[in-house]
């Protein structure tokens, strides 16, 4: 996989899924580039070693229902419509960053440009549809090749999950696993082969975003199923692109698949999967997406405490100090930037992401994840 990309369940069953599953503690420092294995990844924030699962595998699953996902993809600018009522569509195209436009049903035309999913060569924008069964999209003459894809996460016909019956946790920080928000692991494959092969690398900074989806989610893991599906089929990555969400009770979902061993985002040697967060940047770069939009309104308590939880306990395990600046480079291209050890998207990208307000609250963040 080069380093560039290339071209919920509802709430009852959501919050049923996190009762059983544990909550937040941050775990004590491990030394930097020590092997991980599930037992030492969950720790708690006594240092005492917490001997259930960290991951999905070893406890045993109960089977639980997910809403398939349903997609209706067109090419081409124009009309379109559904069978179904669409919870958002990707849009992706060619030439310049931005420019085309979408409306949907009766609205108003809104021009679309590239947010947190970034792509060389073209633009791309995930947009809330608000169950419409039809829309439009046009585009100027500078851009070409463009496709859509209507996408519905809440309502199509139940898939079966297996899902771990035992709390999954970050070193005490306690997260859905892949299967737990109902991840159609089907679509990481394309013409029978994994679409983006896993690569690892050492862990060197962390970026923070935000998904540009609406706030007040009433069913964020279905959002997550969307964002899944707009990056692993509109933007052709394989996956979803960041490594962790978190919604705004503060609940983590574990993004990027890294491997079968239970342990999110990293393989048992320690070293990051390569995920698709932000361009040019990709390995050895974790990335954190908030779900909602923070350009002009804060996080929640709830999610910014989980993320400095998660961003602690990670730099913890790995020997990082989130308030240093450091000098990443890309053990892909070798491309070298000075940066902070935890920034944010636009830091690396144009582009407004995680969202203004958020972007100002980084410096506390990072003093926050760096006490002791």
Known sequence: MSESPTPAQPSHRRKRSLSRRGMIAAGGAVAAGAAITPMVFASTDSGETDNSTSGSGDSGTT???????????????????????????????????EGAAIRLADGDWQTLASGCATVEGGGTALVAAANATAYAVKAPSDIDGLHSLAIDTTDGPHRTFKVPSEPTRVRGVGYLSRPAWGADESKRYKDGKVNSPETYYPLQIITVHHTETPNNDPDPAATVRAIYEYHAITNDWGDIGY???????????????????????????????????????????????????????????????????????????KGL??????????????????????????????TKCPGQVMYDLLAEVRAAAARR
Do not use: C
């Open 321 to 350: 100090d989130p308030q240093a600046r450091v000098t990443y480079t890309n053990p892909v291209t070798g491309t070298k930037k000075d940066t902070h050890t935890v920034g944010g998207h636009r830091d690396y990208f144009d």
């Open 243 to 317: 490594h962790f969400l978190i919604d705004e009770a503060g609940t983590v979902y574990e993004g990027r698949y890294s491997g079968d061993d239970g342990i999110p985002a990293f393989n048992p040697d320690g070293d990051l999967v390569t995920g698709f967060h932000s361009v040019g940047y990709n390995s050895g770069a974790l990335g954190i997406a908030l779900i909602g939009s923070l350009d002009q309104q804060a996080p929640t308590d709830a999610a910014k405490a989980s993320l400095i939880r998660l961003i602690k306990v990670i730099s913890r395990f």
């Open 63 to 97: 089977p639980e229902k997910f809403p398939a996902t349903r997609t209706k993809a067109a090419a081409g600018t124009g009309e379109a419509t559904t069978a179904f009522a669409a919870s958002y569509v990707g849009v992706r195209w060619s030439g310049a960053n």
